[in-house]
């Protein structure tokens, strides 16, 4: 089985959930309190798929604006960027155009989707909104809960298509071979596997 490699991004304003949708994925866990990310971190993940042996490397991203700059960095190279909002808070729906805007200075033949978390919640950002911003840029979307596990997996499974697609064999393996080196370990003094912790409310 042939293996490749794929860098994806979660990107969106602080407290939306990133944290939890990337722990939910890769170790089927949910917490109500999570430590908000400080910088950059990531995990990895080995899936099969279409007869692949997939390692993703899910980067999930601070949101706050002091660590913009860091963030940046990661849009480089990346596979796939999904762009994630919190359905009972509406300026971070808003805030995903300057989200798209900004992934699309610094990357380029990216798959991507949008993500309405907390749908385990009263939403406050109606449906209406939501089907015409995705109609006039083109993205997937999702309504998913970090915490009962809706439409996690499938958020990911509907990424991969998206960037394996109908790609030939030989195209798949030279742009995604799995001996690509992914890891930037340090950009100035912040070390990407490493995080500093501070707790906050966020699912």
């Not at 949910?30 to 993703?56: H, P, R, W």
């Not at 993500?115 to 911003?133: H, M, Y």
Request: net charge neutral; with cysteine; charged share 30%.
């Amino acid at each position: 089985m042939s293996e490749i490699s794929l860098k994806i991004l979660l990107i969106g304003d602080s407290s939306v959930g990133k944290t939890s949708l990337l722990i939910k994925y890769t170790e089927e866990k949910f917490t109500e309190t999570q430590i908000a990310t400080i910088g950059v971190e990531y995990k990895n993940k080995t899936i099969e798929y279409k007869g692949y042996k997939i390692k993703l490397q899910i980067w999930d991203t601070s949101g706050q604006e002091r660590f913009r700059s860091l963030t940046q960095n990661f849009y480089r190279n990346a596979d796939g960027i999904i762009f994630v909002f919190d359905l009972t808070k509406p300026d971070s729906f808003d805030n995903i155009r300057s989200w798209l805007i900004e992934s699309e200075n610094y990357a380029d033949n990216f798959g991507k989707i949008l993500i309405g978390n907390k749908c385990d919640l009263p939403a406050l950002v109606t449906q209406e909104r939501i089907d015409s911003f995705i109609s006039k840029k083109n993205l997937a979307y999702f309504n998913t809960s970090a915490k009962d596990g809706t439409n996690v997996v499938e958020m990911f499974q509907n990424i991969i298509e998206q960037i394996i697609g109908d790609k030939s064999e030989e195209e798949i393996l030279r742009n995604y071979a799995s001996e690509r080196s992914r890891i930037v370990t340090k950009i100035g003094d912040v070390s990407t596997n490493k995080i500093i912790n501070e707790k906050k409310k966020c699912c």
